[in-house]
Nanobody, 115 residues
Framework: QLQLVESGGGLVQPGGSLRLSCVAS????????MSWYRQAPGKERELVAT????????NYADSVKGRFIISRDNAKNTVYLHMNSLKPEDTAVYYC????????WGRGTQVTVAS
């Protein structure tokens, strides 16, 4: 059974940093492209970053390019999102998911950027 467990969120001041983690199980993690998404209050869920399985090439939304870095550790079935220079508009619940396959979503992790 597919399971995704996100963690690492919290309250941070503008300009600060956080590292999110997502532990996956129930599928072949090393073969799957993985993505981080986020959903702010009153807005639709949006794609933030993607990392492929083998080549580990990455792609980012324009709003986070140059500030966020997605990485993965296939030995730990974990995908990370390193977030730097955080802005109030980054406030959202962050989720991980397979990029090219559907499945249940995890509970997400709340990131709040405020002074």
């Amino acid at each position: 059974q597919l399971q995704l467990v996100e963690s690492g969120g919290g309250l941070v001041q503008p300009g600060g940093s956080l590292r999110l983690s997502c532990v996956a199980s129930g599928f072949s993690f090393s073969s799957a492209a993985m993505s981080w998404y986020r959903q702010a209050p009153g807005k639709e869920r949006e794609l933030v970053a993607t990392i492929t399985s083998v080549a580990r090439s990455t792609n980012y939304a324009d709003s986070v390019k140059g500030r966020f870095i997605i990485s993965r550790d296939n030995a730990k079935n974990t995908v990370y999102l390193h977030m730097n220079s955080l802005k109030p508009e980054d406030t959202a619940v962050y989720y991980c998911q397979r990029r090219y396959a559907s499945g249940p979503w995890g509970r997400g992790t709340q990131v709040t950027v405020a002074s």
